[in-house]
């Protein structure tokens, strides 16, 4: 496995990984990996001849009160588990190498960026979309894996790979969750034990709609009102947001019909989680 740290080298091992007629699988990360991001190379191995992977908190998309200076970080952790699962190249630039000094330039999806999580943290997916325009620019793959939890970050990134013309088909992998049902993600980590057992409420309330939805219940906002009766059993944990859209396009459905996505966010403490299920797939 090839520690890559600057653009110029990760661009010409990628590039020649390419020209002798290799696919490339991208799995972009931040770190701090779990059994989700595995199950993204997992994916990657299978449709792919070399694997890459990226490990970069992106300051971009964190706002001024997140928690960038306090997000998990590994990286020899991360190298050593990314080699055992057969990775060849694992890009961990700086920040001033992604976003060199007087750098202006952004990639905004127009409108999708403002829905679900993009309401709550203004300017979030401008920080991804740029950053992962960024990472084909370099890498160039031939495929890049996302998980499904964050559903409305690869709804806006296939919505820019079109828009921009992008040769890199975007994959989307199942949610891996604990065996309680609790989705994985980096800031679990955050969460002390009552505060991670109170966060089963996100779970639930997707568990909820399921079975509404297979009881024929159709109208979206008593779904929605359903579902808060999950959260006001649960004080401790604050609804960001409990929203059934358009897969796609993100924006509101007023039923449940067709291919649906039912989307949550909420904090456990000061911890922000995100879950979702896609209803009629």
Known sequence: MK???????????????????????????????????LSLVHAARSRSDVVAA????????????????????NLEDDCTILEREGVEFVFAPSVDEM?????????????????LCGKSRPGHFRGVTTVVAKLFHIVEPDFAFFGQ???????????MVRDLHMPVSVEVCPIVREADGLALSSRNAYLGAEERKSALVLHRSLMRVQQLYQSGD?????????????????????????????????????????????????FAGKT??????VLGA
């Not at 520690?3 to 931040?30: D, Y």
């Not at 409305?152 to 919505?159: E, L, T």
């Open 99 to 115: 976003y060199p000094k007087g750098a202006v330039t952004w990639v905004t999806v127009e409108g999708l960026s403002d829905r």
């Open 54 to 73: 990226s490990i970069f908190v992106n300051p971009t998309q964190f706002g001024p009160n997140e928690d960038f200076a306090r997000y998990p970080r």
């Open 3 to 37: 520690l890559v740290q600057t653009v110029s080298e990760m661009r010409a091992l990628c590039r020649s990984a390419k020209l002798s007629g290799k696919r490339l699988g991208l799995v972009p990360t931040m770190g701090a990996l779990h059994a989700g991001h």
């Open 218 to 266: 159709r109208d979206s906002a008593k779904v929605i009102a359903a579902v808060k009766n999950e959260f006001a059993a649960e004080p401790t944990v604050r609804l960001d947001y409990f929203e059934i859209v358009n897969p796609d396009t993100l924006e509101p459905q007023s039923r449940v019909e067709g291919r649906t996505l039912v989307a949550v966010a909420a």
């Open 149 to 159: 939890k964050d559903a409305a970050q690869h709804a806006i990134i296939r919505h």
């Open 272 to 277: 922000r989680l995100i879950d979702n299920v």
